[in-house]
């Protein structure tokens, strides 16, 4: 079983649709932050840029984000809200200390 992991989505939103990608990432906090194994699950939004969103997420193994990326929740919110998306990015980090 693979280590627990920090992950950092970045996401850059299509002009115009910033608040459509807003609202799908707001509906997916609440059903990601129940999810076994997920223990960190928080939007952020760019200061100096609105069209950049950021998801600070911890997850126990990489199998529990992959079980994440195939939940409804997640799969709703790739068919409501995915095509608002100019750009994406996911870091996967470990910690060292």
């Given at each position: 079983m693979?280590?627990?992991?920090?992950?950092?989505?970045?996401?850059?939103?299509?002009?115009?649709?910033?608040?459509?990608?807003?609202?799908?990432?707001?509906?997916?906090?609440?059903?990601?932050?129940?999810?076994?194994?997920?223990?960190?699950?928080?939007?952020?939004?760019?200061?100096?840029?609105?069209?950049?969103?950021?998801?600070?997420?911890?997850w126990?193994?990489?199998?529990?984000?992959?079980?994440?990326?195939?939940?409804?929740?997640?799969?709703?919110?790739?068919?409501?809200?995915?095509?608002?998306?100019?750009?994406?990015?996911?870091?996967?980090?470990?910690?060292?200390?």
């Amino acid at each position: 079983m693979s280590k627990p992991f920090t992950a950092i989505a970045t996401l850059i939103a299509k002009p115009g649709q910033q608040d459509l990608l807003e609202q799908g990432l707001r509906a997916l906090v609440e059903p990601s932050r129940a999810e076994d194994g997920c223990s960190q699950y928080d939007l952020h939004r760019d200061l100096a840029d609105p069209q950049v969103f950021y998801v600070i997420e911890h997850w126990a193994s990489e199998a529990i984000l992959e079980a994440h990326n195939a939940s409804a929740h997640f799969q709703h919110f790739q068919a409501s809200a995915g095509h608002a998306i100019e750009h994406f990015q996911l870091k996967r980090l470990g910690a060292i200390a």
